[in-house]
Nanobody
Framework: QLQLVESGGGLVQAGASRRLSCVASGRAISTYPMGWFRQVPGKERDFVAS????????YYADSVKGRFTISRDNAKNTVSLQMNDLKVEDTAVYYC????????????????WGQGTQVTVSS
């Protein structure tokens, strides 16, 4: 069973940067496409970014394109999300997820999910 644990959330000011990490255990993530999603209370969970198992291809939500960067280190079994120029509307719980049979924004591809880490951006 693949387990995912996110870290790096917290309170930041608008315009600042933050790096989220997702550490996997139980299995190697090297064969899994990975993604980041986020959710605001009372709203649906939204796609943020995804990358293929090799890391060669990435895909971003329009709202974060140019500001966020997803990356992975298969040797360390980790996936990261570098968030720059944070905005108040980026406030959410961020989830790491591992996909099987596909990748990208479709949440149906994602089989394993972490518990999430809260990111709060203040103005």
């Amino acid at each position: 069973q693949l387990q995912l644990v996110e870290s790096g959330g917290g309170l930041v000011q608008a315009g600042a940067s933050r790096r989220l990490s997702c550490v996997a255990s139980g299995r190697a993530i090297s064969t899994y496409p990975m993604g980041w999603f986020r959710q605001v209370p009372g709203k649906e969970r939204d796609f943020v970014a995804s990358l293929t198992a090799s890391g060669a291809d990435t895909y971003y939500a329009d709202s974060v394109k140019g500001r966020f960067t997803i990356s992975r280190d298969n040797a360390k079994n980790t996936v990261s999300l570098q968030m720059n120029d944070l905005k108040v509307e980026d406030t959410a719980v961020y989830y790491c997820a591992a996909a099987h049979g596909g990748w990208g924004p479709n949440q149906a591809h994602y089989r394993y999910w972490g518990q999430g880490t809260q990111v709060t951006v203040s103005s």
